[in-house]
């Protein structure tokens, strides 16, 4: 089964991602990673847990919280409707590095640093933090994001954990292709309100133009243009949400031109700007 780069976009207005599936087609890849710690919820339910080196059934339910860039399959593998899971993914330094070395979140940092072994939490956690979960998904974002503090707190105190001792196995030849692709997703977050050629692109993947292109394409199921403009129109949503105006959105997130940030925002998201600033303004009050 080869293993798949997962490219994870945050969810709009917010600075990690929360996805409710209530079908099996929407689940997406099946043996893959991602620089993202990644909280999945499983209501109901048997199916098989396969994560790194680790490989066991679960049969009512599911709560597992996995590392950054540990390869996994996805939950959906051989199931069949009706199915339902809650995921959240967030990147390491979604509020800086500096944070999460508060005092006050040292059981998070071992929480996380446990993570990369794969953690599996019992009945009574997966209530709990289920029901939390479930909450996020209709809650405004800062409370979403309040929630998301005390869900970590409350996995970082449970004691009814099993470490999966999933490790790095399962990498393998895709130890390399995993780090290039982190250093390219990398330096899109960090470059994508300038212009950014393929060939400086191709040139951290250390290949040639035609060649990065197409294995762009192969490792990640985009184009690096479709790629560039999705990630540049997730951060136009987060600015959308500020006093900026949206000429200002438009060069702040890498458009350098109106007419094709308000195409491709409707493109991606279904509305135009001021629909979506509209629309999640009242969603605030």
């Known amino acids: 089964m080869k293993l798949q780069f997962e490219n994870i976009q945050t969810s ?3 600075s990690f991602t ?5 079908s099996v087609k929407d689940t997406g890849m099946v043996w893959h990673h991602h620089p993202e710690y990644e909280l999945v919820y499983i209501p109901s339910g048997g199916g098989r847990r396969h994560i790194g080196k680790h490989i066991a059934r679960f049969e009512e339910g599911e709560l597992v919280f996995i590392g950054p860039n540990l390869p996994h399959l996805s939950f959906s593998y051989g199931r069949q409707d009706p199915y339902e899971q809650i995921v959240l993914q967030l990147r390491a330094d979604m509020m800086g590095e500096a944070f999460w070395q508060l005092p006050e979140l040292a059981p998070v ?5 446990r993570s990369h072994q794969g953690l599996s939490f019992g009945a009574e956690t997966r209530a709990s933090v289920g029901a939390a979960l479930r909450e996020m998904t209709t809650q405004p974002s800062f409370q979403r994001l309040l929630t998301l503090l005390q869900v970590l707190q409350q996995l970082a105190q449970a004691p009814d954990v099993t470490v999966l001792h999933a490790g790095s196995g399962g990498l ?3 130890g390399k292709e995993k780090e290039r692709l982190t250093q390219i997703y990398q330096h899109v ?3 994508y309100s300038r212009n950014l ?3 400086e692109l191709a040139d951290i993947a ?3 133009v035609p060649a990065f292109c197409s294995y762009f394409k192969k490792m990640t199921g985009q184009t690096l243009t479709d790629f560039v403009q999705e990630y540049r129109v997730n951060q136009a949503c987060l600015l959308l949400l500020t006093d900026a105006t949206i000429t200002e959105v438009s060069y702040a997130s890498g458009f350098n031109n109106l007419s094709h940030f308000n195409k491709t925002f409707r493109k991606i998201t279904g509305l135009s700007p001021s629909e979506y600033r509209k629309q999640k303004m009242s969603e605030l009050v």
């Open 197 to 199: 050629e393929v060939r």
């Open 172 to 174: 393998g030849k895709y």
């Open 109 to 113: 940092q071992q929480l996380f640093a």
């Open 206 to 208: 250390n290949l040639s």
């Open 18 to 22: 929360l996805l409710h599936h209530t």
């Open 189 to 191: 977050q960090q470059h």
């Open 12 to 14: 709009t207005g917010s």
